[in-house]
């Protein structure tokens, strides 16, 4: 089992930044592929970035490229998503997700079989 619990979420100014984190239980962490997905009010989840078990590969969504950087620190059994020049359409509940079956990066949610309990961003204009 693979417990997830995401930080770093708030209110944040249009053109701001947040760090979220996400804080994994298990020793398998570091052989896993992780991602964060994000979903709208009244809108489907949607993958925001991935990145493979070692941190050395990463991919993101076109709408943030430039502006999100996924890592992780696999010591410290941690990801992250580092979000710049943040916009209102960023507005949503942020989750880390676990994929224990793959270490290379996944971007569908259905490859991801752990889940955390999600964190909300919120950026006005």
């Known amino acids: 089992q693979v417990q997830l619990v995401e930080s770093g979420g708030g209110l944040v100014q249009a053109g701001g930044s947040l760090r979220l984190s996400c804080a994994a239980s298990g020793r398998a962490f570091s052989s896993y592929a992780m991602g964060w997905f994000r979903q709208a009010p009244g809108k489907e989840r949607e993958f925001v970035a991935a990145i493979n078990w070692s941190g050395t590969n990463t991919y993101y969504t076109d709408s943030v490229k430039g502006r999100f950087t996924i890592s992780r620190d696999n010591a410290k059994n941690t990801v992250y998503l580092q979000m710049n020049s943040l916009k209102p359409e960023d507005t949503a509940v942020y989750y880390c997700?676990?994929?224990?079956?793959?270490?290379?990066?996944?971007?569908?949610?259905?490859?991801?079989?752990?889940w955390g309990q999600g964190t909300q961003v919120t950026v006005s204009s």
């Open positions: 997700a676990a994929a224990s079956s793959y270490s290379n990066m996944r971007v569908h949610g259905f490859e991801y079989d752990y």
